[in-house]
């Protein structure tokens, strides 16, 4: 039998053919579809990992926004969670810094004053331009003012101790105008540096309060009076008891 097989060879090229354009539509079609994918698993990854140099740098507002809900949209969650409590810290450790920081500067304004005065009374002794009285006088006042530097140091142990137990405040009768009269001698020479008049009127008036306490209110409003006052102005303290209250009063003219 004599048959034409070129038909056959012609259609087994075109089949060939097709085969090789279909090869390579679904090889090219393959890289196509590997890039996207492999862009659409990395780009999370890249959002992430400059958002985390971001935050290292310093930003610690930065966040990233969520893509997707896979195991990666879950990390990022994770990050985010992470960069919040960080940066609540963060704004915790910048408060505490100031506080401390504005802890130490009034603190060291309250031993300034004590050491003042205890500075001004000794010069005058030293040279001799105290008479015996005046002596004894001034030496009770070094005294009230070494006391007032005690306290100082006390309260700052206290406060050491207010996170590790709790503190009993002692409430006794106290006499709020021989506190008073107390600081305002204390701060005379204090005042003078700053060209202020202290004056003090009342009469003796007992209150029930924490005397340390007490102590310490008088003083640091008078303190503050003459600290934030004018050159030539005044400072005066007021203790009266009008029927069955009593009134503390600290004016100046800053």
């Given amino acids: 039998i004599n048959r034409d097989i070129s038909v056959i060879y012609e259609n087994r090229q075109k089949l060939y053919s097709q085969y090789v354009i279909v090869l390579s539509v679904g090889i090219v079609l393959s890289v196509f579809l590997s890039i996207i994918f492999t862009i659409s698993f990395t780009r999370p990854l890249i959002v992430l990992s400059n958002s985390t140099k971001k935050f290292a740098d310093g930003n610690y507002k930065e966040r990233v926004k969520i893509i997707g809900d896979d195991e990666i949209s879950v990390l990022m969650q994770d990050f985010n969670s992470m960069a919040e409590r960080l940066n609540e810290n963060m704004k915790k450790l910048e408060y505490q810094a100031k506080t401390q920081e504005e802890f130490t500067a009034a603190f ?117 009076a003459i600290r934030y006052n004018r050159e030539g102005g005044s400072a005066t303290v007021r203790v009266n008891k009008i029927l069955d209250r009593v009134n503390l009063e600290v004016l100046d003219t800053g």
Avoid: W
């Fill in 108 to 224: 060291a304004h309250e031993l300034k004053t004590p050491l003042t005065s205890i500075s001004g009374y000794s010069e005058l002794i030293e040279n001799g331009m105290a008479t015996q009285e005046d002596t004894i006088r001034f030496a009770g006042e070094i005294h009230k003012s070494s006391q007032r530097l005690l306290t100082l140091i006390n309260d700052i142990i206290e406060l050491s101790e207010l996170d590790s137990s709790e503190s009993k405040v002692a409430m006794e009768t106290v006499n709020i105008y021989d506190i008073a009269k107390n600081c305002v001698e204390m701060l005379k020479f204090n005042a003078k540096d700053h060209g202020v008049n202290l004056k003090f009127e009342g009469t003796p008036c007992n209150i029930t309060a924490n005397k340390m306490m007490m102590e310490e209110l008088v003083y640091n409003l008078l303190s503050n």
